[in-house]
């Protein structure tokens, strides 16, 4: 059965997009949300819980974990959706490159952090085949280019899944969730061809949300699910080896508490 209750809700990469949308309509539920965003004017803009921070630095990720879980003692849901594209290659603070820190690692930072009861749900690319870590150069020092940092990180997303279910025993369902080509305001913004293919091939955004806002009352009832759009994807594919997903969670916590956090040059 649907619990129907009063939820506070934690959105990171809530200020805009498909994080957005989930924060409204939860909110005209009744719930408390809490939304995470680095622009103090777009969390200006509704009357959510706003938390101002960059969430591409380790640090300020272990600062918002922090004082999340200092005001609320138990968050019923996690919705991961911050992501950026970069124009060029940029390090964070902390020496790693931007893409895998804000898509990847703030959300391994912050399922692993907060105190979550019912679910996460991660908003990426689950399903497509493209793209690997790049294991021997995380940092894409060699070959960067934004496709090629998008796609590592989404493929890290994949791991982080595989890697939550199995290291928490299955105790908070991890739902991955690939919304294709979806009409945010980025997307419509955007200019030349990817406009012109939005307005007659994304979908609209409020459709594209409507299952993260039901698991939220009905979570999947099992430990890891992967969904592209409504369609389940097959968790046997390559793309989430239990191997990987365990190589990298090793990985990812020596990146977020070695000293300095800085990571090794390989
Ligand atoms: N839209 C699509 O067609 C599509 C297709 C496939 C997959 N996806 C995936 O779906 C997810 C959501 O996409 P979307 O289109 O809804 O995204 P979006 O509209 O671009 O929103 C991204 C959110 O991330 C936040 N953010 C970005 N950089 C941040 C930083 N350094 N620190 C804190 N917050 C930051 C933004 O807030 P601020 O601006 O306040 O920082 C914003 O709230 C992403 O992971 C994306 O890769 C999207």
Known sequence: MPDMGKKTIVIAGGTDGMGRAVALDRMARGDDVVVIGSSAEKGA????RFVQADLSSVAEVRR???????????????LLTANR??????????????????????????AHGLPVTD???????????VGRIHW????????????RAQLQ???????????????TGGRVPFVIYNPRFTATDGVLRAGGLVRLLARVAASPVVE????????????????FAAFDRNKPVDIGLRTFDPADARRLSEVSKRLSTGPGTAPSPR
């Open 64 to 78: 918002v974990v922090r004082d999340i879980g200092d005001e609320f003692p138990s968050v019923n849901a996690l």
């Open 208 to 223: 594209v949300v409507a299952p993260l806002v039901e698991w939220i009352d009905d979570p999947p009832a099992v430990p």
């Open 45 to 48: 803009a509704h009357p959510w």
């Open 136 to 147: 021997d150069d995380l940092r894409l020092t060699r070959r960067w280019s934004r496709v």
């Open 85 to 110: 594209i970069e124009r060029h290659r940029r390090e964070t603070p902390e020496g790693l490159e931007a893409t895998f820190a804000l898509y990847y690692l703030s959300r391994y930072l912050l």
């Open 119 to 129: 679910v996460i749900i991660s908003v990426s690319a689950p399903g497509m085949r």
């Open 153 to 167: 990180a989404g493929r890290a997303n994949d791991l982080l899944g595989v890697a939550f279910a199995e290291e």
